[in-house]
Nanobody
């Protein structure tokens, strides 16, 4: 089972930027789908962005498209989520998740068996 560790969360003012990183353990598949999800208090977990490392295929939720960018660094076993123009409604616990096969519906949380512990992002107005 792949272990995942997120980092990079924090508190910023609206309009600011943060970059989250998710490092996968060494036993990850050669190619895998990595998703970023978030969950605010009282709300369901929602997909934010995902990337297929085999061909750098990305998808974004409509709410973050144009503001967030997901990227990979294969040498470091890391997938990052660069978040710009942050809004208070982006406040949530952010999680990364991994699946060992290509998932066309990669923004759906139930597609992923492996999850990190989460990192908090707080955006103040």
């Amino acid at each position: 089972q792949v272990q995942l560790a997120e980092s990079g969360g924090g508190s910023v003012q609206a309009g600011g930027s943060l970059t989250l990183s998710c490092k996968a353990s060494e036993n990850h598949p050669t190619n895998y789908h990595m998703g970023w999800f978030r969950q605010a208090p009282g709300k369901e977990r929602e997909g934010v962005a995902c990337i297929w490392t085999g061909g750098v295929i990305t998808q974004y939720a409509a709410s973050v498209k144009g503001r967030f960018t997901v990227s990979q660094d294969n040498a470091k076993n890391t997938v990052s989520l660069q978040m710009t123009s942050l809004k208070p409604e982006d406040t949530a616990m952010y999680y990364c998740a991994a699946a060992s096969r290509f998932e066309p519906d990669c923004l759906v949380p139930t597609k992923y068996p492996n999850w990190g512990q989460g990192t908090q992002v707080t955006v103040s107005s």
